[in-house]
Every structure is written in structure tokens, then in C-alpha cells.
């Protein structure tokens, strides 16, 4: 492939920046990577790694000449780095992120952005429970969705050319509104992820079940639930603090739910507790069939004998 | 290894009661294995599978002369089950079970067992989300545990057998007091399962959001609890059904906490959500370490291109 862009500034270099750059490399979308981290030991990490060509620890100076900028820290230290790159910014860049939330990106960075500069934010729809530069990989990508949500006015050619970047990391691209996507992803994201950090919580709490139990006992679910809730606090508080409205309102019926499932059991209505669990099967099966998860048990895990 | 039993009687051949034939059949720890099951087209495809030496439709002939019988159905059958076999239970025979509730089974199961006859309730933490005759599998137990709920004045030998039964299909083994189990297994087990089948409720009523796009996007995080709410419907059914009590009580703890979180939330409370989310990611940890999870990121989804 020819590049896409010269070069690409890559603000952050966790789990997301690291695998978007070793994602680049295997496409050669780019003809020069920049990475930046506040912190020099992450730094450190990142050139002994090696998918960066250069490693700047002030985000000014990373930016420089950039065609692409992309936010990849978490979302509640955009303002402040929006603001220190702002004057550095090449006029005709794509700026972009990868942020969970799309509302409060364009509402914290869209005051700094230039003229003659493109704003685009994005998400990628990807991810596993682990941070830091050593957990990225070129696959992450793969087959999974990247969300655009390019405010009213962007130019068509800049939208073009960041779709067809995300295409050339192995994901399938969707254009959407930024509240929109804020709503879809407080369902099947942001949600999934506080009520599992909920009930970790919960059992941690409980005395009369020791968390030496709770360990031991996991296998019947709940250790499917510690994986998630062992996702970056810092990345996961900017979340809900940055989607309260949505979060609050699909929360709101999850709530609602709850209270008519355990009115259902104090009450002994095996039909309801079995025509919901029955409906749950079917999303399942579309689940896999789209291609979003592997039909295999267990994720794979039952048939090794050391787990 | 010498047999155990000389002949063991599975009454269920579901997921668990096949996983353990095939693990019986592993370790040679009885001579004969019988199969029972009430649907002639799940005896038909058990016997294709060949993993009993006899099936039958009729419980009773089934247990006749087996020296452990293994109630492997979803738990609200146990009772009209126990008052088929009772009468044909021979005189120094193991009666036990696999079910995910233990006191409702000694308070259904116990009433029928004959003068001479063990009762041994027995949960085995294992299992994947598919379920009927084709997802057993041999490794199902090894390393998770099974634990055995003897009520007060057990025969201590007949315990031991059980013990060494369930060693030998893999296990690791812990005796408990039912009360206790069912409070256990309430928070590591049935709530994840509960709020599991609940979010996916949640999810498949939004009308702001559509179907399409929950299963779009859910690689976010949702699709992990899709998993643990395909389980199969009758046996949770079943379960909700009767771990009533110790379900109600960490699902109140449960909302309490979730209320809290959702306050956080709305006021903007980052150090409550940052406290929270770093403490689960500890346990975690733990989970990991005693050997009950793989460390596999994503559980290995990630790194394969074909998923």
C-alpha cells in the first residue's frame, strides 16, 4: 500500500496508540510515526518496543509537519493537550482521537481546532482489559467497527481519507452523529462496564462470603465480569464522567429492569424469568453470526487443561 | 486407575451429565455408565455420541444396581425425578447431583431417599454456555471445583468415594454446608448471571438504539455478558427459582451499590468511580493467580484474524 499520510502523531502510546502503530507498520500507511507520552518512563518503554520512528515527550513538538494527529490518552486530558498543540498544527491536518465518547471530545476540543484544520473524531470499537505500550498488537483492529463522528461542514475529501486509514488497520468504518453514538455505546459499552465494576465491587463488600471464595468459585460467571472490570480506571472514570446523560438514562432502565426481574423471583414467576432468558439466547446467536464474537465455548477456554 | 463404581447411573446427559461420562470414561473410574433422559431424541443422539454403555427413557431401570446415581437435570425436576427412582435405589448406593442450588435440593431430594441409600448433594463449578448432549466434553472439571454439601451424619466413607470420584474426573474438592454454598454461589454465580440476562433485556428493548447496532458494536463490552446469557433457560430458570433468598439478598446489596455509583455519576464524582475501578482490578488479579482465568487477553480473541 502507498501511505496515506506522511506522517502520523500519535498522542499517547497505551493499548489503542501502540496497536494503531504496529497496525500502520503491517499496512504502511505511513511514512513516518511520532509518539508522544507525558511520562518519560512510558517513553522509555515505547523505544524499546520500536513502532514509533520518533518519541517525543512534549506533545508541540510530536505534532510538528503531522498529517494526521490523533488523541489517544484518555478522554478527560484532551482540553489541556488540545490546547498545547493547537499552534502547532499544520494547516490541511486531519486532527482525530479514539475516544469512548463523542459528544464532550467535540465539545472540549473542537474550541482549540484551527482554521484550515480538519476535525474528525473517531472510535474505535476495540480493545481488550490490558494498558500500556506493551499491550498493543496490529491485529486489534481486525474486523472490528471504527465510528467517525465528523461535525456538520467537514470537508469530504478529509473524511475520505481517514476512512480509508481505518480500512487500512482492518477495521470496517461507519459515519455516524456524535450524540447518536454516545447513546449506542452507553448500551454496549459504557453500561457493560460499570455494572461490571458494580458487582465486583459488591462481592469484594460482602462478609459473610470471603473474597478468598469469591476467588476460588469464580468459574460459575463472575470471573467473566473481573476481565472487564479490570479495564484502565483512569480511561473508564473520563468515560462517565463525559456520557453522565446517556449513561444515566440507559442506567435508568436497566435499573428498571432489574426491579421487575427480582419481583419476578420473590414472587416465583418462572415464566417471566424463562421467556426473558429465552429471548437473551436469540441476540447471542446474532452476536456470532455477525462476525462481533467466536461461537466457540467458553471463548476457548473449557478444552485447555492449564488455564 | 481401578474403578470407583461399578456402575454409575447419570439421570441427565445434558452439557454436564455427558462431560462427566466422557471424564469417567478418561480416568476408567466405572465399569458401566448409564444414561437417562425423558426425550427419546436426546437418547438417540447420546447413543450416537457412545459415550454410556446403556440409555434408557425410564429412570428407575436405569439406576437399577448402580452404586452412584447422578441426578443431572435442571434442578425443578429433582422431586418427581427422586420419587421414580427411590423405590429401585439399591441398599448402599450414592445419590447425588450436580445441580447449582443445594438447600431446595435437600429439601426436595431428601424426603425420598430410602433407609441405606448415601444423599450427597454435589455442585461441579464448571460449564460453557452451550448445553445438551454434544457440548461434553472430557476436561470440563479439570481444575475447577467441585463442591459437596453431606448433610449432618453422613457416612464418612461414602463421602470419601465421592471425594476420590470427583478427583479423579479432575476436580478439586471442597465440602460445605449447603446454607453457605447457596450464598456463595449467589454472588460468584447466579447474580452475574442475572444482570447478564438482564443488560441483554435492557439492550433488546432500547428503542433509541437498534438491534442492528447493539450487535454492531458490541464488541465495546456487551457481548461478553451475550455469552453468559445464552446459558440454557430451563436450569436458571430453575435456579432463580430456588436460591430465592441469598439471590435477593446480594442482588439488594447489588442495586445499593449501583445507586451509589449512579449518584457518582451524576454529580461528577471521579475520585468515587477512580477508588472503585482500581480496587476490582485487584481482584482480578487474584482470580488470575489462583489458576481460575486465563491471563489471555481478551481470553486470546484479540491476536486471531478469523474470529
Known sequence: MTAIFEKVALLGVGLIGSSMAHAMRRAAVASHIAGYSRRAETLERARRLGFADSLH????????????????????????????????????????????????????????????????????????????????????????????????????????????????????VEVMDARHHDLVLAITSHLPHLIAYNIVGTADDLQTVTQGEVIKYSAGGFRDFTRIAASDPTMWRDVFLNNREAVLEV???????????????????????????TR????????????????APNFGRGKQKDQ
Chains 1, 2 share one sequence.
Open 57 to 172: 515527550g512534549d506533545a508541540a513538538s510530536c505534532v510538528r509537519d503531522a498529517d494526521l494527529v490523533v488523541l489517544a490518552t484518555p478522554v478527560g486530558s484532551y482540553a489541556t493537550l488540545a490546547g498545547q498543540i493547537a499552534p502547532s498544527l499544520k494547516r490541511g491536518a486531519i486532527l482525530s482521537d479514539v475516544g469512548s465518547v463523542k459528544s464532550a471530545v467535540i465539545r472540549d476540543v473542537g474550541p482549540y481546532v484551527p482554521e484550515g484544520v480538519h476535525f474528525i473524531p473517531a472510535h474505535p470499537i476495540a480493545g481488550t482489559e490490558q494498558s500500556g505500550p506493551e499491550a498493543g498488537f496490529a491485529e486489534l483492529f481486525d474486523g472490528r467497527w471504527c465510528v467517525l463522528t465528523p461535525p456538520p461542514g467537514t470537508d469530504a475529501a478529509a473524511l475520505e481519507r481517514l476512512k480509508s486509514f481505518w480500512r487500512a488497520l482492518g477495521s470496517e
Open 280 to 295: 437473551t439466547r436469540a441476540i447471542r446467536r446474532s452476536i456470532v453470526d455477525a462476525g462481533q464474537d467466536t461461537a
Open 251 to 277: 442506567l435508568g432502565r436497566f435499573s428498571e429492569d432489574l426491579s421487575a426481574l427480582q419481583r419476578a423471583i420473590r414472587w416465583g414467576d418462572g415464566d417471566a424469568l424463562f421467556n426473558l432468558f
